[in-house]
């Protein structure tokens, strides 16, 4: 293998036909041996290979960072002492900071007191974000007393295991760990790889198929914010609302799939979230696993709802802000999690009203209130957030396709202010078609799990599964990174 030649993609033929097969082979062939510690050490190097391939110069910052955690939590173990947390806490954050921050902090300062501070040039490594915040949680796990006395080797497995390194979902030890040292973990399980392999072929399809088809769309209008329509803003709006869906809940499922595999349970992290009929339903929702660290290691912390409506709406607003900001180093990002805190604060205020209103109407609040917001998410700056927002609710703005069907059946609608000309990014009825079909799919359909626990091993299913796979593998010629892999 090349190392730093760029990211082991799961959705790369190295990957599914070379790295994958071999790992897998060799992890139950040393388990068989009953060289079960041999086999876990296996498990962490192939996890270090996978990581490497993306950058060797970034190994090391990984292993110090998993070497200083391992110890502090050990440290913790045995004193409980909170300078030690604080200390643990400020060089994960510190480290965070520098390589993700650093550059964004200083541009802002110039722009805010007209200096001139050279911005350094700082490679992001892939999955900072992930594997800090996996062991922040670890450490203050250990503060509380709730760790195990793990070894070194265990703990790193925990960190390392590459289906969730590089963009989640976040691992918490007392849900992960214990699986490691289960004998029956060892022992290829036919009925885990079968549903393993289904969840990755349906993640792959969602990411090759689904996602990446949608994504010239998405790059289209937010390339050209200041040229859309009514029309064409809401076809980029929406395209993005499902690019991001299909590309990281494919990229979840593939790794719940390959942890599968090799026996272990990661969590689910998405379950329907744009059936939601409140933005609080579509937090418990949406990247379950950060909104359970956001309430468990943030929210919580702060004081949650125990000390008055006006602390808790503070606390909900705080908390989202920094959400956004972990997302990326950026405003809008920041306008992302801020919005989100908004509806957070609005949504709690509304409950108490007790006033209700139809379902169709909730949903739609809801879904028009994250598509807006998920334009500020991939804008390219706060201008062309705000352009588009401005695109979508400008309705003396809509028009047509100037050739084809629609100007010669709907001409008449000219008499009311329709425009119909060249669209620079709507073409016809296919994005409208495809994006009513997404919405329906999303909506309305079983998910994944919930289709997978209605799996039954027949050649029908095997088929279908089959075909899933096939399609998804015939279109990598093509890769592209997971759009998480930049935050």
């Known amino acids: 293998m090349n190392v730093g030649c760029g990211v082991m993609l799961f959705n790369s033929y190295e990957f599914i036909f070379v790295f994958l097969p071999i790992t897998l082979f060799v992890y139950f062939f040393l388990a068989k041996k009953r060289y079960t510690k041999v086999a876990t050490g296996w498990l962490v190097l192939a996890s270090l290979v996978f990581y490497l391939y993306w950058n060797i110069y970034y190994l090391p910052l990984l292993l110090i960072s998993i070497f200083f955690n391992y110890n502090v939590g050990k440290w913790l173990e045995k004193t409980r002492q909170k300078n030690v947390l604080i200390f643990g806490i400020v060089f994960n954050l510190a480290l965070l900071a520098y390589y993700k921050y650093a550059g964004f902090f200083i541009s802002s300062i110039n722009t805010a007191f007209f200096t001139d501070v050279s911005v350094p040039e700082i490679v992001l490594p892939l999955g900072i974000s992930f594997f800090t915040f996996t062991q922040t949680a670890y450490l203050v796990d250990a503060y509380r007393g709730e760790t195990k006395g793990y070894s070194l080797l265990t703990y790193s497995l925990f960190v390392t295991i590459f289906p969730?390194?590089?963009?989640?979902?976040?691992?918490?030890?007392?849900?992960?760990?214990?699986?490691?040292?289960?004998?029956?973990?060892?022992?290829?399980?036919?009925?885990?790889?079968?549903?393993?392999?289904?969840?990755?072929?349906?993640?792959l399809f969602k990411k090759v198929i689904i996602a990446d088809a949608l994504a010239p769309w998405v790059k289209l209008a937010f390339d050209n914010a200041d040229q859309l329509t009514f029309i064409e803003a809401w076809c980029g709006a929406l395209a993005y609302t499902f690019q991001l869906y299909f590309d990281f809940s494919g990229y979840s499922e593939m790794a719940v799939g390959l942890g599968l595999m090799l026996n272990f349970k990661l969590p689910i992290n998405f379950n329907s979230p744009y059936r939601s009929t409140s933005v609080i339903e579509f937090w418990r929702r949406w990247h379950m696993t950060l909104s359970a660290f956001l309430k468990d290691y943030l929210y919580i912390p702060l004081g949650g709802n125990?000390?008055?409506?006006?602390?808790?709406?503070r606390n909900l607003l705080i908390t989202m802000l920094l959400a956004g900001l972990w997302h990326g180093a950026g405003w809008t990002f920041v306008i992302w999690g801020g919005l989100h805190g908004l509806y957070l604060i609005i949504n709690h205020q509304w409950k108490k009203?007790?006033?209700?209103?139809?379902?169709?109407?909730?949903?739609?609040?809801?879904?028009?209130?994250?598509?807006?917001?998920?334009?500020?998410?991939?804008?390219?700056?706060?201008?062309?957030?705000?352009?588009?927002?401005?695109?979508?609710?400008?309705?003396?703005?809509?028009?047509?396709?100037?050739?084809?069907?629609?100007?010669?059946?709907?001409?008449?609608?000219?008499?009311?202010?329709?425009?119909?000309?060249?669209?620079?990014?709507?073409?016809?009825?296919?994005?409208?078609?495809?994006?009513?079909?997404?919405i329906f799919v999303l909506t309305y359909c079983k998910n994944t799990q919930e289709r997978l626990r209605e799996l039954k091993p027949n050649w029908k299913w095997i088929g279908i599964v089959t075909i899933i796979l096939v399609c998804g593998i015939l279109s990598l010629s093509k890769t592209s990174e997971f759009l998480y892999f930049q935050f």
């Open 306 to 313: 125990r000390y008055g409506e006006l602390k808790k709406m």
């Open 353 to 438: 009203c007790g006033i209700l209103l139809p379902k169709t109407v909730n949903w739609s609040i809801t879904f028009i209130c994250v598509i807006v917001a998920w334009v500020f998410f991939r804008a390219g700056s706060v201008h062309d957030a705000l352009t588009i927002v401005k695109a979508m609710g400008n309705v003396g703005n809509i028009a047509l396709p100037a050739s084809g069907v629609f100007e010669a059946k709907l001409g008449i609608l000219g008499n009311y202010g329709i425009k119909f000309m060249e669209m620079n990014y709507w073409h016809g009825t296919k994005e409208i078609i495809v994006l009513a079909g997404a």
């Open 164 to 203: 969730h390194l590089i963009a989640g979902p976040i691992l918490y030890h007392k849900d992960i760990i214990p699986q490691f040292s289960k004998l029956k973990n060892f022992v290829v399980n036919y009925k885990n790889l079968s549903l393993g392999i289904s969840m990755f072929s349906i993640g």
